[in-house]
């Protein structure tokens, strides 16, 4: 028997599968020496959940190892290789440019779980790149991942925040360096599947196949067609994970395949942002174009992007390619149905309805139209139904430049509401449960970002605690819930690397 393994004094009991099962997908470095780290904001809630000890990490060596600098006992720190495409384009040698997985830890749930550091410093993937972050991208990941976390959305989260205490070049500026410390489910991306099927190493894919199998669906070991059944797997988990961001108004802003992950959660947050108004054209991201990750585009680029992972893994589906594409397209095609559900049951539970009837696609599709050119918050649209079902339509009609275009389908909804006869104020408060009031709103991204920059982090840390509890309307925070005002004007959001 193998001694236990004891945790160090930081709680750290590192478990590293990837650098283990998978040698040859990944290339072992370090993070670069660090000038004065500093943790900026730790997640201790999360830290307990891993199983760390807060106080120990919050010291100078935590700092360190939060930073990329000091390796702790039984980290393996590697930079994983992936491929992506890119707005359509693929490249065929991404990897972790600028970003190490020190390892993985089981959690107090028994999940396993990566700790990656993002913005630690130069890997053999860099490229042209500093292998660095700067501080407002880190906070803005931190924040987002956080508010996605509390709105129930499969997301990777912060564990800490670090500064470097070094200026790091963007364009024509210096910016404070700062590192990420993220933890996900795995960092497996359909780019990383990629990578070796554009280098014809099937043996590789088969392994790294095998490997996420037993990650992340551990009921498949051992089953004679589990590459289709893992496919499958994988599309219901983005389909769920797409009806959520749909649900909540999320953009990702960058849906290339090395941002998708295997697991179902959220994975990089760069020029993401929640959309205001509702329009399903909205792009924010200064990069985008040609809005190719505009919000009503996302689930189709989610199949599309789908259809890229089914393309790596054809040799193990069916000796005969003919057949094996075949069995794949029906696979990625039905990504349209399992959304369609699952973006259905999120809706119908914010209209307020605890039964399926067939018109629902249908109303809800009513309540987005009515909106739509209509200068209607998304988010406080919705949430202003409950104030219907309480007798009050005020709050509702306010959205909309033209309230008397609601009432036809206001009209149609409540006779539907009356089909499954639930009390109002328990229906009510049903859906004070899943319409959010609270979502990071731009303008107040932006403002938090430029405070945290000039020193002041209580604007983050104000924003922090109210997106964390979305769903309680608190009076105090109540200008969290407003729109951004008309003087923010057209919202831009950049790659911030
Ligand atoms: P992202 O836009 O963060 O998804 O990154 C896309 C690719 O560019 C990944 O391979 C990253 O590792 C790489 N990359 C992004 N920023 C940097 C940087 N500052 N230095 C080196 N590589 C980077
Ligand atoms: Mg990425």
Redesign the pocket.
Known sequence: MSPQPTADAFGFVFDNSYARDLEGFYVTCHGAPVVAPEILRLNTALAVELGLNPAALNTPEGARILAGASVPTGAAPLAMA?A?H?FGGFSAQ??????VLIGEVIDQNGLRRDIHLK?SG??P?????????VLGPVLREYLMGEAMHALGIPTTRALAATATGELVRRDADLQPGAVLARVAASHLRVGTFQFFAARGETDRLRQLTDYAIARHDPDLIGQPDNALLFLRNTIKRQAKLLAGWMSVGFIHG?M?T??MTISGETI?Y?PCAFMDQYDPATVFSSIDRQGRYAYGNQPAIAQWNLARLAETLLDFIATDTEAAIRIATAEVGAFDEIFEAEWLGLMRAKLGLTTAAPEDDALVQGFLKALDGQGADFTNSFRALADVVRGQTGALRAQVTDPDSLSDWQEGWQARLACDGVAPDIRAEAMDARNPVYIPRNHLVEAALAAAASGDMAPFDQLLAVVAQPFAARAAFRHYAEPAPDSFGQYRTF?G?
């Open positions: 992936y992506g890119q991404l990897g972790d440019g600028r970003a913005g130069r890997t993937f860099s490229r042209g790149g500093d292998g660095k972050a960058v290339n090395d941002n990089d760069g790659c690397t």
